[in-house]
C-alpha cells in the first residue's frame, strides 16, 4: 500500500510538472497585428524604397524568440531595472567594468539589463524596431558562469575588456546554438557552428545575447527596395523615428539596436556602406577595417574580395575594443593578416591633439551641406589643419560585377562548406531563385531583380580580374591623390557618401555621430584613412567624439 502511494505521488508530481511546462509553452508575449493601416500610412513617404508593403515579418514568430528566457527575465522587477538604468545605459564598457569589480553589478544583471530592454521594446507594436530576431537562450546561465569565476578572483588584467559584455551580431554570422538566416526564408534553418571572429570573441569572454535582422542576403537580392527588410525578419525600423527615417543598411538591425540601447555593441559586415549607412542612420560609431584585418570564415558571404565584418558601437572606445576582441588570422581565409595591431586595444588613453591632425574636406560637401560645413570650421578652430580639396573624376565601371560573379562563387563555397544539407535545401544562387519565385509573395514582395543579375552576368574570370585591379587603383587615387599631396592623416567624408571609393581601395573607413538635420534625422562625420591605420582612425575619431559630444539617445527609447 505505501509503495502505491509513493508511486501515486510520484505521478501527480510528474503531471504536475507536465501541466507546468505546457503553460510555460502556452505563455503568449506577443500577438501579431495587422500592419495594413501602417503600411497604407507610408504609402506617400517622399522616400521610394520607404513606401513598404510589410511590417511584421509573415514567417517569424517572436514568441519562439522570446519564450525561452521569459521567466528568467519576468524575474527582474521595473524597480530592479530602474535602479540598473544609471550604471549601464548609454555607459562605455570600462565604466560597466568599474561597476562589476566594485561589486554594485553583476554580469547576469548585465545580461537581465538588456533582455528586460528588449522585451519592453520589442514586444510593444507601438515600440518594436523588428530588429531581434534570435536570442541565445543559454545567455543567463552563461553570465552566471562568469559571476561564478569572478567570485574565485580570476584578475581583471588577465582578461579582454569586452569579457561579460552582452554583444549581438548580424544575422549572417554564424553562430552555435542560433540560426543564421541573411534574412532569408531559404535560410531559417541553417544551424551552424560559430564563425571566426564568434570563436575570438568567446575566447575573450563575450557573450553572444542574439542576433539582429539586416538587410535580406546583406542587400543584394532586391532593387530599389527598403533597407532594413528581409522576408525571415520583417521590416526594422528605426529608432529615431519609426517609418519617418531610413534605418540604412545592410546592418540596420546592429545600428537600431545599438542606438536603442539593447546590448553593449554589435556587429555588422560591410561590402559597401553596410556598416557606415545604418551607423549613420542610427547615431552610433561604425568602423568597416581594412579587407583581411578580420576575418570572413563563417560570414554568409556577398563578395570575398571587398567583404569584412565591423564592430558598431556607441562610442569610439567601445568600437576600438570590440574590434581588438576579434582580432586573430585565420588560415581559411586568404586575405587574412597575421598582426595584433596593439594600438587599437589603447585607444583614447593619449588622445591625440587637434594641432597633430591634418584633414581633408571635400569641397562639394562644404558646399552642399551645412552640418558638414560648421563642423569643418568647428574642427580648424579646434585646431586642426584642414585642406579643402576636390577628389579627381575616376570611373567605377565593373563595381557590380564585382558582386555579381563572386557571390555567385562565393555562396556557392559558404553553402558547400557551412551548412547542412538536409536543413538547407538550396546550394546556389540558381536555387535561391527558384526557391523564391515558388512563393513570390512571401519570399520576395520586393523581387529579386539583383539575384537575376547575378545570374545573368557574363564577365568572365580575366575581365574580372582587370576591374577588381583597375578599380582598387582608381579607388586608391580617390582618396591617395590629396592624402599623399597634403599629408593628409584622413578624409572627412559623410555617412556612407564615399563608401564606394573606400570599398574598392580597401580602406578603413570610422563613422562618428556629428549631429542632426532640422528633421531629427541623425548624420555623421566619415574619417577614411589608408590600409590597417584603424588606431590612427580611432584616435582621432577619440578626440573629435571627446570635444564636441554629439550622440543623443532616442528620446522614445530613454527609460
Known amino acids: 500500500m505505501k509503495k502505491h502511494f509513493l508511486l501515486l505521488i510520484i505521478i501527480l508530481l510528474s503531471a504536475c510538472k507536465n501541466e507546468q511546462e505546457a503553460k510555460k509553452e502556452e505563455v503568449i508575449l506577443w500577438t501579431p497585428y495587422n500592419d495594413s493601416i501602417e503600411v497604407a500610412a507610408n504609402g506617400d513617404h517622399e522616400i521610394g524604397r520607404m513606401q513598404y508593403k510589410l511590417i511584421q515579418s509573415k514567417v517569424l514568430d517572436k514568441n519562439e524568440v522570446f519564450r ?43 545580461v537581465l539589463f538588456y533582455l528586460y530592454r528588449i522585451y519592453k521594446y520589442e514586444l510593444n507594436n507601438e515600440t518594436t524596431l523588428n530588429t531581434i530576431i534570435a536570442l541565445n537562450k543559454d545567455v543567463v546561465a552563461q553570465a552566471r558562469e562568469l559571476d561564478r569565476e569572478n567570485e574565485k578572483g580570476i584578475a581583471a588584467q588577465t582578461q579582454h575588456p569586452i569579457y561579460g559584455m552582452p554583444i549581438l551580431l548580424k544575422d549572417n554570422i554564424n553562430a552555435l546554438g542560433m540560426k543564421t538566416t541573411a534574412g532569408s526564408i531559404a535560410l531559417m534553418d541553417n544551424e551552424v557552428d560559430d564563425s571566426f571572429i564568434v570563436q575570438q570573441l568567446k575566447k575573450n569572454g563575450a557573450l553572444i545575447l542574439g542576433k539582429v535582422n539586416l538587410s535580406e542576403w546583406a542587400y543584394f537580392l532586391c532593387s530599389g527596395c527598403p533597407v532594413g527588410y528581409s522576408a525571415y525578419g520583417g521590416q526594422t525600423l528605426n529608432p ?65 574580395t571587398l567583404d569584412t565584418p565591423g564592430p558598431m558601437t556607441k562610442n569610439v572606445r567601445d568600437n576600438a575594443n570590440l574590434l581588438s576582441a576579434m582580432f586573430g588570422y585565420d588560415e581559411s581565409d586568404p586575405a587574412s ?29 562644404m558646399e552642399s551641406d551645412s552640418i558638414y560645413k560648421q563642423t569643418i570650421e568647428d574642427l580648424k578652430e579646434a585646431g586642426a589643419t584642414i585642406i579643402e580639396f576636390t577628389p579627381p573624376e575616376v570611373a567605377m565601371n565593373g563595381f557590380l560585377s564585382i558582386l555579381n560573379i563572386d557571390m555567385r562563387n562565393d555562396l556557392k563555397s559558404y553553402l558547400k562548406e557551412k551548412t547542412n544539407p538536409e536543413l538547407v535545401k538550396i546550394t546556389s544562387i540558381a536555387d535561391a531563385v527558384i526557391f523564391n519565385n515558388a512563393d513570390s509573395l512571401v519570399r520576395i514582395p520586393y523581387g529579386q531583380a539583383l539575384f537575376e543579375g547575378i545570374l545573368s552576368d557574363t564577365t568572365t574570370t580575366t575581365e574580372l580580374e582587370e576591374i577588381k585591379s583597375n578599380l582598387e587603383k582608381n579607388g586608391r587615387t580617390f582618396f591617395d591623390t590629396a592624402m599623399d599631396k597634403y599629408k593628409l592623416d584622413a578624409v572627412l567624408s559623410i555617412n556612407n557618401y564615399h563608401a564606394g571609393y573606400a570599398a574598392v581601395a580597401k580602406y578603413p573607413a570610422l563613422t562618428i555621430p556629428m549631429g ?7 548624420i555623421s562625420l566619415t574619417f577614411i584613412g589608408k590600409q590597417f591605420s584603424e588606431a590612427h582612425l580611432l584616435n582621432m575619431g577619440k578626440s573629435y567624439e571627446d570635444n564636441f559630444h554629439n550622440r543623443v539617445m532616442p528620446k522614445d527609447y530613454q527609460n
Do not use: C
Open 240 to 304: 529615431y523615428g519609426r517609418k519617418v527615417f531610413e534605418t540604412g543598411g545592410s546592418s540596420s538591425g546592429s545600428g537600431t539596436a545599438v542606438a536603442a540601447n539593447y546590448a553593449v555593441a554589435a556587429v555588422g559586415t560591410e561590402t559597401s556602406g553596410s556598416i557606415l549607412s545604418p551607423s549613420s542612420q542610427n547615431s552610433v560609431v561604425g568602423l568597416k577595417p581594412t579587407i583581411g584585418l578580420l576575418s570572413r570564415s563563417g560570414i554568409v558571404p556577398i563578395s570575398s
Open 516 to 522: 542632426y538635420k532640422v528633421s531629427g534625422e541623425p
Open 68 to 110: 525561452p528566457l521569459y521567466e528568467e527575465v519576468s524575474k527582474l522587477t521595473e524597480g530592479e531595472y530602474q535602479k540598473l538604468l544609471p550604471m549601464i545605459l548609454e555607459q562605455d564598457i570600462f565604466v560597466i567594468r568599474n561597476h562589476i569589480k566594485e561589486g554594485r553589478l553583476t554580469y547576469e544583471n548585465l
Open 337 to 365: 593578416v597575421e598582426d595584433n595591431f596593439m594600438g587599437v586595444l589603447s585607444v583614447g588613453l593619449h588622445p591625440i591633439p587637434f594641432s597633430e591632425m591634418r584633414l581633408g574636406a571635400i569641397k562639394e560637401l
